[in-house]
């Protein structure tokens, strides 16, 4: 057997998981220029993530008992396949929206039809993708390989804020309708169809006995935690209850933590166009930077920082969420774009500990028979916060600029004090380790 990180099947299959963080990631960096441009309601242009998240929480876990049936290599198809077709319907009713031939209210009507595409579909090939990975690696290479591919959801989060502002683009031809902020939707649909051809020419017809997991929403703010890796290695003999006793509070401090994260990351956004008093367009490469600013720390804190200071999840929570605190005050009351990138990186930072500490917090509470169980808990809780918290977010900041920011400070204060006096240190030789 080749070694997984050279085998082009697996470079395949990473590059399907980088595409659909990359592509999502893209649209929402983009997504409040335009809502600003076609003079939609912020929680309007809020609300259409919320639906997609949904709905891909939903579907996930249906795709992923679904592919031990209908085959990896279809499931795989299916989610690249609605990841490309989503976007290029984006792309279409943002494009009409831009030239005027949809009022604002048709255009985020359909545009919201499309995501709900993706939301369906998407979800069917992270699943699907882990099990193929898992049924060519050996036990020994397993949680590696699928830690590696779970990486492309990371990288992604960078890359696609990153990109995102270069992908905006002109007429067709002097005079011409407009392509503009439509054109990362396009981009990406491009690039998802070279990857369904790619993946429909070249991934072998095999089909691995592994189970593959489902996998937590790819959002702004949404850094892997390495739950699903969990959820699809580990045996699951006993089953966990969300409000068992031994995991309740570390759900608590998951699903309030999660939320304050996501209306943060949702409203950055528009708060990049109002404080630096710009055109939507001209905000597009300054809340890029932010953005990656924001996700470059969080993978700083999980994959360097983490292992460097060998704290426990009790210690990655407590800390992870002050840092997190001042973070968020800094966002909501800096005036500049220096401040403000400043401030969601150190917020991005300390989330980037907290959610790791309630991954291994959650798993060491546990004896070994249910990592599975609480492993699938700690992904639905990560995705589960990106139904609501963005349009929680946007709504708060539609009644004050600093109050999304201010209240996520006031929340991670109070979950400080919340988890000093109910969190136990726990036998680090149980579950999984916090770096996961």
Same mark, same amino acid.
């Given at each position: ?11 395949? %299959?990473?590059?399907?998981? @980088?595409?659909i963080?990359?592509g ?10 335009l ?7 912020d ?8 639906? +997609? ?5 939903? #579907? ?8 031990? /049936?209908?085959? /990896?290599?279809?499931? *795989? ?40 595409i993706?939301g ?9 993708v882990?099990?193929?990975?898992? !049924? ?12 590696? @591919?779970? +990486? ?30 439509? !054109?990362?939707?396009?981009?990406? +649909? ?7 051809i ?27 935690s ?29 699903l ?12 950055? !956004? ?7 008093? *710009? ?13 990656m600013?924001? #996700? ?8 360097g920082?983490?292992? @460097? ?11 992870? @969420? ?24 150190l ?19 546990? !004896?070994?028979?249910?990592?599975? +169980? ?12 990106f ?8 709504? %708060? ?40």
């Open positions: 057997m080749k070694p997984v990180r050279t085998d082009l099947t697996f470079a395949l %299959l990473f590059m399907v998981m @980088l595409a963080a990359m999502n990631t893209a649209l929402q960096t983009v997504l409040p220029a809502g600003r441009r076609l003079g939609a309601p929680t309007v242009v809020a609300g259409v993530f919320s639906v +997609s998240a949904l709905l891909w929480v939903v #579907a996930a876990p249906y795709w992923a008992n679904r592919s031990d /049936r209908q085959g /990896r290599r279809a499931m *795989v198809l299916l989610g690249i396949g609605g990841f490309t077709i989503s976007l290029f319907l984006c792309g279409m009713f943002l494009f009409a929206g831009i030239n005027g031939w949809l009022a604002p209210f048709a255009t985020f009507a359909g545009f919201i039809c499309a995501r709900a993706y369906i579909f998407g979800s069917a090939a992270p699943p699907a882990q099990a193929l990975v898992a !049924g060519r690696t050996t036990r020994d290479e397993r949680t590696k390989a699928l830690t590696l @591919l779970a +990486s492309a959801f990371g990288l992604g989060t960078i890359l696609g804020p990153a990109i995102a502002p270069y992908l905006v683009l002109g007429h067709f031809w002097s005079g011409g309708p407009e392509i503009g902020l439509a !054109g990362p939707a396009f981009v990406f +649909s491009a690039f998802g169809l070279a990857i369904w790619s993946v429909s020419r070249y991934l072998p017809r095999i089909e691995a006995p592994a189970h593959g997991a489902a996998t937590a929403y790819p959002s702004i703010g949404g850094q892997s390495g739950a699903s890796v969990t959820a699809a290695t580990a045996e699951r003999s006993e089953i966990i209850g969300f409000f068992d006793s031994r995991v309740r509070t570390w759900i608590i401090i998951g309030v933590m999660g939320h304050a994260q996501a209306m943060t990351g949702q409203a950055i !956004g528009f708060l990049v166009i109002d404080r630096l008093a *710009v055109d939507p367009v001209s905000a597009l490469e300054p809340t890029g930077l932010v953005l600013m924001g #996700a470059g720390s969080a993978l700083l804190a999980q994959w920082l983490i292992p @460097l200071l060998d704290l426990k999840p009790r210690a990655l929570a407590l800390w992870g @969420l002050g840092i997190a605190a001042l973070g968020c005050i800094a966002t909501g009351t800096a005036t500049s774009l220096y401040g403000i990138a400043l401030g969601y990186a917020a991005s930072l300390g989330f980037g500990f907290a959610r790791p500490g309630f991954t291994a917090g959650s798993s060491l509470a546990v !004896g070994p028979e249910a990592q599975g +169980s609480i492993a699938g808990k700690v992904t639905s809780v990560n995705g589960a916060a139904v609501l918290g963005p349009s929680l977010g946007v709504g %708060l900041y539609e009644l004050w600029r600093p109050l999304p920011y201010l209240t996520a400070a006031l929340v991670m204060a109070a979950l400080v004090a919340y988890a000093f006096f109910n969190l136990r240190s726990s036998d680090p030789g149980r579950g999984a380790s916090p770096a996961q």
